[in-house]
């Protein structure tokens, strides 16, 4: 079930999104994130709440390095509620 850009920048801003992903069948949800330094603490939470929210698998992977003027603080986790074990 591949998605467009559009669709996969949609999960972060409405939980809506994953939701109807994870009605339709999906089992995992992957995605590269552009989130600056210092949100690390909400990236987390975001998703780690979208795979407890939904009861899907959630992989994601940010950005590291810097750009003109933004710092990017590069990590990749996977989030699973537990009743998806």
Same mark, same amino acid.
């Given at each position: 079930? $591949?998605?467009?850009?559009h ?7 409405f939980?809506e999104? $994953?939701?109807?992903?994870a009605?339709?069948g ?16 909400d990236?987390d ?7 407890l ?5 959630? $992989?994601?992977a ?5 750009d003109?003027?933004l710092?990017?603080?590069?990590? $990749?986790?996977s989030?699973?509620?537990?009743s998806v074990?």
């Amino acid at each position: 079930m $591949a998605k467009s850009d559009h669709e996969f920048a949609g999960i972060t801003a409405f939980p809506e999104v $994953a939701r109807e992903y994870a009605l339709q069948g999906a089992e995992l949800i992957a995605i590269a994130t552009n989130w600056e330094k210092p949100y690390e603490d909400d990236w987390d939470l975001n998703y780690s709440s979208q795979s407890l929210r939904h009861t899907i698998f959630v $992989a994601a992977a940010n950005r590291i390095g810097f750009d003109t003027t933004l710092g990017f603080f590069g990590e $990749a986790k996977s989030w699973a509620s537990r009743s998806v074990y």
